[in-house]
C-alpha cells in the first residue's frame, strides 16, 4: 500500500470554478472523464481573459507594444514547453491544434517523403484512433503497409516481438503511446526507442496520456517525435504540441503555407522562415497558448513526482474498491506502478453506456464506450468499456461515492 | 432519472431480445451503427403483399437500444408497410416509454428506427423510387 499524498486536494478544489457547480438533482460534479480533458484552474481561464482584454494583438510582426507584449507572452510558453520535456531548444516545440495534428504532421510532412512501396510504420493495438488513421492515410497513399505489435491482455507488449519486428530493414518508422488511454498501461518506449536506434528507425511518441501525469524528458528517452495536447493537463482546447528534433525539423518540408511561416515571398518561390516558425502558419491560437502556459505553472507548483504520486495512490484505492463489487471486470495492469490513473471496467452485463446514465444521476462524469481506440477494443473482444480517469483535484471521497453508484447500478438491473 | 429509463419492460427486452436473428431469405437487410456509443443494428426484413411477414433484428449495443429495435420489430411484425412507412420518433418513444431521453441517449433509442426506415429505402428503390426517397427523407430522425 502505498502512503500518503503530498497534494491538497480540498485546497486545489478550490482553484477550479467548475468543480463548485451542481449536477441535475443537486448533486456535486464528480469529474472522471480526464483521460478525455480535464478542467481548467481559475489562472488559466485568467491568463486568457487578460490576454484578449490587456494585450490582445497578433504576435511577431507589428512593433507596436500590445504585440511586443503577446509576442513575448507567445514565446515564453514556448520556453516553458520546451523544459517541461526538456527539449535542448524552443527550436523543437511546434504548437499545432491538438496531439492529432501534430501526429497528422509528421505523417504528411516526414512520412510521405519516407514511405515508398514495401516500407513499413509500426504501431500497436492499444493505440488511439489519432495514431493509427495518419498512418493508414500516408502508408496508403505510398503503398507502404501499416504494421501492428500485439499486445496482451493487460495492454502490453512482447519486448522479443517487438525485437524481431524492428529488425526489418523496410521498417522506417515506430509510433507508439506512452500510456494507453483505455488500460492505462504504460509502454516502456525508452528501450523500444533504443532498440529502434540501433536500426536507425525514428520513434514517434503520442504522450497525450502521459506527459500531464509524469515527468517526461525527450532527451532521456531520445524520441524523435513526441506529440500531446494542451487541455488533457489543466490547458485550454485548441493547442496542441509537437516535439521534434531539430535536425530532422530541418530536413522536413512545412505542413501548411501562409503567413509567419515565410521568410521571403516572391512570385515565383518563397523562403520558408526558421524553426520553429516554419511549421506554424497563419495567426496561432494566441490566447489558448496564453493559458496554456498558466497550466504548465500550476503542475509545476504542485510537482510532477507528487501529481504521479497522488494518481497513484488514488488509483490503487479505486481499484481496491471496485474489486469488491461482485460481476466487475476491471482491464489493464494489476501492478500499481505500470499503470496510470485511468480505470476501464464492465459490470455485469450492463453495457457502458447504460451505467454512464445511472452514474450521471450521482453528478459522476464518467466515459463509455470504444475510446477512440477500437483497434484494442477487438483485441480485448469488448464492444465497449466504461471508464474512470483521475487528476489532481479527484479525491478519495469522490472514489467512495463511485462504488456507491455501482453498487446501485447492480440493483437496478438486478444483478 | 434512471429508474424511469430502466423500468423492467427494458430490461426484459434486453435480456430476452424478441425476434433476435436472421432471416435466411430476407428481401432485405439493412445495418447501421452509432458512431458515438458504437450501439449496431441490421434488421432484416421479409415482406408479402405489402404486409410486414417477418422481421428480425441483430444487434449490440446498450439496453435502450436493443430494447427499443425488440420493441420495433413487434409493433411493425405483420403490419403494412404503409403504416409503417408512417412510423415516427414519438411512436418509437411512447412504445418504449422513453418520452424524456436526453439529446445523447435519444440516438440509442431512435437507431432501430432508423435502420427500418433504411431497410424500407432499399426494398422500395428499384420498386417505387418515390416512395423510397419519401422514406429517406423521413429516415432523418436525429
Redesign the interface.
Known sequence: MLQSSTIDVDKIRQDFPILQRRIKGGHKLIYLDNAATTQKPRTVIDSISNYYMNYNSNIHRAVHQLAEEATFAYEEVRRKVAKLVNARSTDEIIFTRNATESINLIARCWARQHLTKSKKVLITEIEHHSNIVPWQLVTGEAGASLDYLSVGDEGRIYMEDYAQKVHDPNLKLVSVSQMSNVLGTILPVKKMTKLAHEMQVPVMIDAAQSVPHMKVDVQDLDCDFMAFSAHKMLGPTGVGILFAKREILEEMPPFMGGGDMIKEVHKEYTLFNDLPYKFEAGTPNIADVIGFGAAIDYLNDLGFENIRQHEMLITEYALERMKEIQGITIYGPHLINERGAVISFNLGDIHPHDLATILNDFGIAMRSGHHCAQVLMERLDVSATSRVSFYVYNSKDEVNILIDALQSARRLFGL | ???D??REII?DHY?NPRNKGRISDADVSFHDSNP?????IDIHLKVEDNIVKDIKFEG?????SQASASMLTEMVMNKPLASVKELGKDDVLENIGLVNLGPA?IK?ALLSLKVLKMSMVEYYASKDPESAQEIREGSRLY
Open positions: 432519472m434512471s429508474e429509463i430502466y430490461l435480456r458515438l456509443c458504437g450501439d449496431e449490440r449495443g446498450c439496453a435502450i441517449r440509442c
